[in-house]
Every structure is written in structure tokens, then in C-alpha cells.
């Protein structure tokens, strides 16, 4: 079988103005990047289309380390959603540098699944993460500079100071630096670091914006520490917003590409779901829907961490209603949580993945919170035998849910057909099924628990003392009517990175809290969570590669 990036770029690809054709997007109106990406005007957003399109939500269940397939997913059934004759876009997040040169690979999709220039898309793109890690360290050097004033300083105590800088990278020696070293001319010595800028609240900031005047009201409000006299000070406070909106004026249009089959395609935004809420921008989603009659997008990582912001924080700030959820599955996955070891995964194992079955079963609970009965997708590999098929789409049946073999990364659209049928069919079954998990008026310590009770199975949460500190001065604040985006590890429905399956009788420890009021939630940390990952032992950029005419390979 040929490598995805040798498919992508065997492809023929259209020129973008055709893919606008089909949305109806007059060519004046493109903002071009070369021949094959375009930037949408956010004029294009329509409320009251808006209301009259069906969006379609693709989540999974708990991953192993190389994922289970909703980008290859969410393209296919886009492509076959399109085959039936029904005008449909595909709406991604942006790949991050961190996982295209670490572990995982890029955000393209597979096979014959993929959104095109695939090159591009995964390498830099049209400059929006870049955007994002520049409006960032501009905040984080007028911080510094204000400590270092004479005149006009705010007085901020550099210890209170929780914004860091960003680089598109995994960068493990840059997780704890001392800055300001060299002399009274060079700045003011303190302790900082660096996140990886996929978890920027500028990121997750820009993803929950409505338009322009909001982003940057929404800049203002980010949280930069305290003075010596207990008084909080924000970005406003520094002048800080105007220039950072103007960093991101064109970094918050969506993107335009397309998928192998000509499917247009929307990639915006790109914020983590085990740290930030997971999802594309509000302003993507609302174009696509705005421009089709179908929209197909997806959270990142499982239900309990993607899904859960994309309906609970995403979804309730958006004003969106989804109308479908499919959760995609895949054998090897319900085998490893069944008790295979990954090196077996390829082995034919009925035991182990009836034993995953319980894995299966907790996604699907989950989404039923939320008023779904998702359709599951079994995303098809090559390894997977009719005998392991069959047993997990006759446990489906038995538990009345949809099922359907998704092929779409060995056929494309044509190969994800009867996924588009059953989602078809449970559109028309769900006009308005959505329902939150929690209401914004809670307590802080009512939000957290639902979602750890209710999303991961947890019997109890325990807080440490420098958490409950954090929440009461965020309630002192007046911030107390925020969403909850809680940090978690992706590897398990615990905070356990080692536990899998479905685990039982465990209590989720809330170590520390962080406030991202530009973006409207707080992010209690649970367990051990990276904001700045490393890279593995062979890393991929290892493999990538390009020749004097300028043709990339080893990317995946």
C-alpha cells in the first residue's frame, strides 16, 4: 500500500477557486495563498443559515498512542456524505509542529481520507499557529517590560506571573528557564518557561472568538498575575490587546482547502484537547454551516476530553446544536484495552477485545449524557479479521446502537457509505437532542465533579491546597460563571496514563488550577499533564526529508 504522502501527492488537486465554486464563494472574495489554499472573510457567517444546516461531531473512544482515525474518519464521511448527494464540508483543526516532528505525525487524515495540500496543511500552512505564538510572546515581553519601568510600572510581582512564552515545537529543555539575566540593563531575573503553542490560551482564545471586536475584548481579559498589593492585572491593563488582535487579524479567517476527492475542507485553529477544549474555531464551524447543508467535524483525543468541551464549552458559547455523533472504534484499540500488548496488536484476539468492550461501552454512555445515541464507526485496518469484525458489530447491535465498517482510508468516500447512510438516519431522528452536562452557574467544585463522575467514571475528586486556593481567588475574581476545561491525560478515561479499559472506584486529583479567562474557562490540571511535550527517542522529523526540486517525504 503507498505511504499517505505519496497518495496526497500523486492527487490531482484542484485549484481553490473551484472548491469555492461549490460553497458559493464568488473568486474576488478569496483571500489566496498560492493556488490551493484560500482564506474565507468572516462575512460569510449566516445565523439563520446557520439554524437550517445539520452538524455532525466525530469522536472516539480512548486512543492508543497513534490515535484511532477521526481526521480519516471525518474526511471520508464527508466525501461519502457528498457521493449521496448532499452538499458537505469538513471542518479540522490545524496541524501542530509539536506532533508532525515528535510521535504522532500530522492532522491530514489517511490514505485516501486526506485534505490536500498535505504538505502545507501540516507544515506551517497559511502562518496562523505562527500568528498565535507571536501575539503570545508579545504579551509575555510587554509583562517584562513593565517590570523593568521606572515609570508606569504596574507593580506586578513577577511571582504571581503565570504567562509563559510559546514555540510551535517540542522543546522539553525549555519547560524551566530563568529569564532576565545580564544586568540591570537586561531585565529582571524570574522563573519561566515555555508551553508548546497548541496550548496557548491565545490558541484556545482565537477558537472561541465570534469575530474581531470579540477576540480582542477577549485578549483584554487574560489573567497575567498580581500586583504586590493583591490587585489583579490583565492584558488590558498592560495596552496589550489592540496589538495582539492586529498579530491575529488574518490569522482568525478560516482556512480553505480540500479533500482527495474535491470535498471542501475548513481547517482553523489548533488547540489540544488533553489541555485546551480540543475543537476547531467557532468561526470555522459557523462558516461551514453557514456555506453546506452538512458540516462534519471532530474533538480531539475520546469522548470524555474532546466531546465533553466541544458540546460543554464550545457548543454552549457557539450557540451550536449538533444533530449526530459518531464515535470511531477500531479493534486494536478495544484489544489493547482489553489487556493485548501493542506489540500483539495485529494478532487475531477475540478474548481481549471482548474485554475492551467495556472501553466501548463508556464512550458510549457518555455521549448518551449529552442526549445522543452515537453511530459507531469501526475505523477498518488491514490487520483486523472478519471474525473480530463480526464480534464487534454484533455487540453494537446488541447494545441498539448504529454500526457501520468504515473503509474510507482504503476507498475514500465509496468506503464510507453506509457510515453516511446510518449518520443520515440519525440526523433525522435528532433534531434538537443536545443537552449540557452542567449549567455556567454552578460552582466551580459542582462543574468539576460532574464531568469526573460523570465523563470518566470517577467515584471521587480530591483537590490539594494550592487548587483550592486557585479556585476561591478565581470566585474573588468574579469569574465564578466560567466553563470547565479540565487537563487530562489522553491514555486513560482516569488520570492514570497506565490505567486502561474502564476503570472503577478511582478519585481524580485536581492538583493545581489555571485561568484562561480570555477564552472563558478554567483548567484544573488532573494528574501528571505536559504543556510542553519532548521528543521521543526517533523522533519523526528523523524521517522527513526533501530533494533538490523541492518534493517532501517521510511525512505521515
Known amino acids: 500500500m503507498k505511504k499517505d504522502?505519496?497518495?496526497?501527492?500523486?492527487?490531482?488537486?484542484?485549484?481553490?477557486?473551484?472548491?469555492?465554486?461549490?460553497?458559493?464563494?464568488?473568486?474576488?472574495?478569496?483571500?489566496?495563498?498560492?493556488?490551493?489554499?484560500?482564506?474565507?472573510?468572516?462575512?460569510?457567517?449566516?445565523?439563520?443559515?446557520?439554524?437550517?444546516?445539520?452538524?455532525?461531531?466525530?469522536?472516539?473512544?480512548?486512543?492508543?498512542?497513534?490515535?484511532?482515525?477521526?481526521?480519516?474518519?471525518?474526511?471520508?464521511?464527508?466525501?461519502?456524505?457528498?457521493?449521496?448527494?448532499?452538499?458537505?464540508?469538513?471542518?479540522?483543526r490545524e496541524p501542530s509542529l509539536g506532533p508532525v516532528f515528535g510521535i504522532k505525525g500530522g492532522a491530514a487524515g489517511g490514505g485516501y481520507s486526506q485534505v490536500i495540500p498535505m504538505e502545507d496543511i501540516n507544515l506551517h500552512f497559511t502562518g496562523d499557529i505562527s500568528a498565535v505564538e507571536k501575539a503570545h510572546n508579545l504579551l509575555a515581553a510587554l509583562i517584562d517590560n513593565n517590570i523593568q519601568l521606572k515609570e508606569g510600572n504596574l507593580g506586578i510581582d513577577p511571582r504571581t506571573i503565570?504567562?509563559?512564552?510559546?514555540?510551535?515545537?517540542?522543546?522539553?529543555?525549555?519547560?524551566?528557564?530563568?529569564?532576565?539575566?545580564?544586568?540591570?540593563?537586561?531585565?529582571?531575573?524570574?522563573?519561566?518557561?515555555?508551553?508548546?503553542?497548541?496550548?496557548?490560551?491565545?490558541?484556545?482564545?482565537?477558537?472561541m472568538a465570534q469575530d474581531l471586536t470579540d477576540l480582542k475584548k477577549r485578549l483584554g481579559n487574560i489573567f497575567v498575575g498580581y500586583?504586590?498589593?493583591?490587585?489583579?492585572?490583565?492584558?488590558?491593563?498592560?495596552?496589550?490587546?489592540?496589538?495582539?488582535?492586529?498579530?491575529?487579524?488574518?490569522?482568525?479567517?478560516?482556512?480553505?482547502?480540500?479533500?482527495?476527492?474535491?470535498?471542501?475542507?475548513?481547517?482553523?485553529?489548533?488547540?489540544?484537547?488533553?489541555?485546551?477544549?480540543g475543537t476547531n474555531s467557532i468561526i470555522a464551524t459557523k462558516t461551514g454551516l453557514s456555506l453546506s447543508d452538512i458540516v462534519v467535524t471532530e474533538a480531539g483525543f475520546a469522548s470524555e476530553l474532546g466531546a465533553e468541551k466541544f458540546f460543554d464549552i464550545k457548543s454552549q458559547f457557539g450557540n451550536l446544536k449538533t444533530h449526530a455523533v459518531v464515535i470511531v472504534a477500531t479493534v486494536r484499540a478495544l484489544k489493547y484495552h482489553g489487556g493485548a500488548k501493542l506489540s500483539s496488536l495485529q494478532n487475531e484476539d477475540t478474548d481481549a477485545l471482548q474485554k475492551g468492550f467495556d472501553n466501548l461501552n463508556k464512550h458510549i454512555e457518555n455521549m448518551k449524557y449529552f442526549g445522543f445515541n452515537p453511530v459507531v464507526s469501526?475505523?477498518?485496518?488491514?490487520?483486523?479479521?472478519?471474525?473480530?469484525?463480526?464480534?464487534?458489530?454484533?455487540?453494537?447491535?446488541?447494545?441498539?446502537?448504529?454500526?457501520?465498517?468504515?473503509?474510507?482510508?482504503?476507498?475514500?468516500?465509496?468506503?464510507?457509505i453506509e457510515l453516511a447512510e446510518k449518520v443520515l438516519d440519525s440526523v433525522t431522528g435528532?433534531?434538537?437532542?443536545?443537552?449540557?452536562?452542567?449549567?455556567?452557574?454552578?460552582?466551580?467544585?459542582?462543574?468539576?465533579?460532574?464531568?469526573?463522575?460523570?465523563?470518566?467514571?470517577?467515584?471521587?475528586?480530591?483537590?490539594?491546597?494550592?487548587?483550592?486556593?486557585?479556585?476561591?481567588?478565581?470566585?474573588?475574581?468574579?469569574?465564578?460563571?466560567?466553563?470547565?476545561?479540565?487537563?487530562?491525560?489522553?491514555?486513560?478515561?482516569s488520570d492514570d496514563p497506565n490505567v486502561r479499559g474502564c476503570p472503577k472506584g478511582f478519585t481524580i486529583k485536581i492538583r493545581e488550577v489555571e485561568l484562561s479567562s480570555g477564552a472563558g474557562f478554567i483548567v484544573p490540571i488532573a494528574g501528571t499533564i505536559m504543556r510542553m511535550p519532548g521528543l521521543p527517542n526517533i523522533p519523526s522529523a528523523e524521517k522527513i526529508d526533501i530533494d533538490g526540486s523541492g518534493k517532501i517525504s517521510g511525512l505521515f
Open 5 to 92: 504522502i505519496e497518495i496526497a501527492q500523486e492527487a490531482k488537486i484542484q485549484p481553490i477557486v473551484k472548491i469555492a465554486d461549490k460553497l458559493g464563494i464568488p473568486r474576488d472574495e478569496l483571500e489566496l495563498y498560492g493556488k490551493f489554499k484560500a482564506k474565507i472573510p468572516l462575512h460569510f457567517i449566516d445565523e439563520e443559515k446557520i439554524k437550517r444546516a445539520k452538524l455532525i461531531l466525530v469522536t472516539a473512544i480512548t486512543p492508543t498512542p497513534a490515535g484511532e482515525g477521526k481526521t480519516t474518519t471525518s474526511i471520508g464521511l464527508a466525501q461519502g456524505l457528498n457521493l449521496l448527494g448532499k452538499k458537505a464540508t469538513v471542518v479540522l
Open 162 to 207: 503565570e504567562w509563559k512564552r510559546v514555540m510551535d515545537m517540542n522543546e522539553r529543555s525549555l519547560r524551566d528557564i530563568v529569564i532576565g539575566l545580564g544586568g540591570t540593563t537586561e531585565g529582571v531575573p524570574r522563573q519561566s518557561g515555555f508551553e508548546i503553542t497548541a496550548a496557548s490560551e491565545v490558541m484556545a482564545t482565537l477558537c
Open 227 to 277: 500586583t504586590y498589593s493583591d490587585k489583579p492585572v490583565f492584558a488590558r491593563d498592560l495596552n496589550a490587546q489592540g496589538a495582539m488582535a492586529a498579530l491575529l487579524k488574518d490569522a482568525i479567517k478560516p482556512n480553505l482547502v480540500q479533500t482527495l476527492e474535491g470535498t471542501p475542507a475548513l481547517i482553523h485553529g489548533g488547540p489540544f484537547a488533553n489541555i485546551a477544549q
Open 378 to 416: 469501526i475505523n477498518r485496518f488491514e490487520s483486523d479479521t472478519d471474525a473480530e469484525l463480526d464480534l464487534l458489530v454484533r455487540y453494537c447491535k446488541s447494545q441498539n446502537v448504529q454500526v457501520a465498517v468504515n473503509e474510507a482510508w482504503a476507498k475514500g468516500g465509496k468506503g464510507a
Open 430 to 493: 435528532c433534531p434538537d437532542c443536545f443537552k449540557p452536562l452542567y449549567d455556567l452557574s454552578w460552582t466551580f467544585e459542582e462543574k468539576i465533579e460532574t464531568i469526573c463522575k460523570k465523563m470518566y467514571g470517577a467515584d471521587h475528586v480530591e483537590y490539594t491546597v494550592k487548587a483550592k486556593t486557585k479556585l476561591e481567588k478565581i470566585e474573588k475574581l468574579g469569574l465564578g460563571n466560567l466553563a470547565v476545561c479540565i487537563a487530562k491525560t489522553q491514555k486513560s478515561l
